[in-house]
Every structure is written in C-alpha cells, then in structure tokens.
C-alpha cells in the first residue's frame, strides 16, 4: 500500500490477527521493506523504459526489468493486500470517504500533472499529440487512466472489489481471480494500462488479503537456505518460462508472478535483519510522494539532456537510469518531507475535513 510519511506502518490487524501481527520485530518490518523494494524497482524500470524510448543504449538493464517483471509488481500489490483486511467490513461509506477517496484525490491531483509534463518534455506517446489531445484524455481519466498512475486507480478497483466479495467463499474468489489473472498475464493489452492491471494483478490483492498469516508464517521461519531457495525456484520458472515461449500461454506467466512473491518476500525479510535495512523500509514508509512524482522527474531530466544536446555514448550510457532513479527517489521523498512543513498536506492526501479523519 501507498504510504504518506504520517501513516501508521501497517494499519490495524485483521480481526482474530493482532496476537500475529505482534510476534517479531521482522514482521513488523519486512512489510515496509517490501514496498520500498516494490517501488524501487519500479522506479528503476521507467527510468529504463524513458532512457531506452530517448535513444540511450541501455540494454544490461532492460533486460534485469524483464526478468523482475515478475516479482515487483506482485510483491506490491501482494503487500497491499495484506493490510486491507479492516477496509472489507467497514460500511461502503466508510469505505469511500476513509480511501476511495484518497485514492480519487491524489490521481485527480497528479495525472494532469504527468500528462502535462509528458506533453512538454514530447514524451507523450500519441501521435501529433496536442493540448487537445490532453484535454480529452484527461477527461476520460477516471474510466481510462492513461499515466503510471493506474496503479492508484487499480487499489481503488480491488478496494472495491474486495469489498463486494467479502461473502463470496475465498476459495471461489482466489480461484476466480487465478483465472482472470492467468489470462490477462498472457498478453491481453486493453485501451487503459489500469484495466490490464486489474486483471493481472487481482490474484495478488486477494491472496495478500486472504493469505497473509500464510505470508506471515512464511515471514517469520525465513532463513538464509529458504530465502535463496524461494529466489531460485522464481528464478528458475522465470526462465523456464521465457526460453520456452509460453509466457503468452494462459496460466504459464502467472506461475512466475506467484513464484515472485514468496521471493520478493524473502529478500524483504533478509533486508530487514539488516542494520538499516538498506534504506528500503525507511522508502517503503514513504511511498506515496515518489511514486507520483517520479515519471514527471525523470522525463525533465532527460528532455534537458537531449533539448541541450548532451549525449551519452555507451556503455556509460547504461547508468543513466540509475542515475536518474536516484534523482527521481531523492526529489519525491524531498518533496514529500517539506509538503507537510509547508502547509501542503493536501499534494498527497485529500484535507481531513473532507474525509472526517480517516485513513
């Protein structure tokens, strides 16, 4: 789940999990250092992806995205699932003032900010895109996101989904999802990245919802032979998958995406035992602001190299993304810290007025 820097870490336990939610420190832990793994790597990849569409050789890395395709976005919507749990027996307008609404708040806010910045910098990916091009996008964004931030527009969807299935047995629910999910992972491309993204990753919601004492157990036995052996076992499916042509074969490319997350689980754990934890649950609690910001800095970055014609020849050229990645990750947690200080809460959360105090 996205994460303001004021929220509390987890969100309250599902009924009945409070004595689990408080075992170790681990797994209080680990949690945050998923999402700022998850957010990481997604960081990483559109700044591969925008570095690659300007013309820079950048193949090492595009590769490395390829392979943890897999795992990132599992892993995060995994995570996300995990915490859901109060939000699926509150009353709908509970539910709709408490996050439905932030979510509306925050893509409102910041789409025409990325569609904008993809208009200036010329990276808006339409043919002859113009203002109007832009205007009618924009007005169509609710139903047909069109920017990174379907990912906010897919939580509010599984928010709501979750919500209306509470009653629905969880074996009919996860075996229906398995179904769309293996299907969409196949190569379905819809109008809207946010619909694709719904289909494929709906597994991963539920599963993180109705599973999470199984990740939990999973979390809290981890040692250093389960942690390489999950990430070989993902590894090796990963692999197999890719090199015998059947990740458009329904169900064979899901078996990837679950296999990422038990392994993105067990790095976030052994991240987490480590001093620091590498920086990850330190980003992982500040999400938000980095992952609405961080396309828009990438892209006045690189159109500033290529408007002043400062070119980078490979194989120098296959860093740039990192170094972009840091920049994007530096600028949105900056951002995030003195929004608050400055009276600007509302960049990243809808006024407490408006939903009543909750969150």
């Known amino acids: 789940m996205f994460t303001p820097s004021s929220s509390p870490r987890h969100g309250t336990p599902a009924p009945g999990r409070a004595a689990v939610a408080h075992r170790s420190a681990v797994r209080l832990d680990w949690p945050d250092a998923a999402r700022g793994l998850a957010i990481g790597l997604v960081v990483l990849y559109h700044a591969t992806n925008w570095t690659w569409s300007t013309g820079y050789e950048v193949g090492v ?195 990837a995406n679950v296999a990422g997350v038990p392994a993105g689980v067990a790095v976030s754990v052994l991240v987490s035992r480590v001093p620091g934890s590498l920086g990850l649950r330190w980003l992982g609690a500040r999400t938000l602001p980095v992952f609405v910001t961080h396309t828009s800095v990438v892209l006045a970055l690189l159109y500033l190299l290529y408007s002043n014609a400062i070119w980078i020849p490979a194989p120098q050229s296959q860093w740039l993304p990192v170094v972009l990645w840091a920049a994007a990750i530096g600028v949105g947690l900056g951002l995030g810290a003195l929004a608050p200080r400055i009276g600007a809460r509302w960049l990243f959360a809808p006024p407490r007025w408006l939903t009543g105090g909750r969150r």
């Not at 996300?80 to 027996?89: D, L, V």
């Open 61 to 255: 890395l595009r590769e490395v995205n390829e392979t943890l395709r897999s795992l990132r976005m599992p892993l995060f919507f995994a995570v996300a699932g995990m915490f859901a749990g109060k939000w699926t027996t509150v009353p709908w307008s509970t539910l709709a003032r408490g996050k439905l609404l932030y979510f509306a708040w925050v893509f409102v806010l910041w789409e025409p900010v990325s569609l904008v910045v993809r208009l200036v910098t010329g990276y808006y990916q339409v043919a002859d895109a113009d203002w109007g091009t832009l205007a009618d996008q924009l007005a169509r964004s609710l139903l047909v996101p069109r920017s990174e931030l379907w990912f906010l527009w897919t939580l509010a969807a599984f928010f709501v989904v979750a919500r209306a299935l509470r009653r629905v047995p969880v074996p009919v629910q996860l075996l229906a999802a398995a179904a769309v999910s293996g299907w969409a992972l196949a190569g379905w491309e819809p109008e809207s990245i946010a619909w694709r993204g719904t289909a494929q990753f709906a597994l991963f919601f539920l599963g993180g919802l109705h599973l999470r004492s199984l990740l939990e157990r999973f979390a809290e036995r981890m040692t250093w032979y389960w942690a390489l052996s999950a990430v070989a076992l993902w590894l090796a499916v990963q692999v197999a998958v890719r090199q015998l042509g059947l990740a458009d074969v329904p169900g064979c490319y899901l078996l």
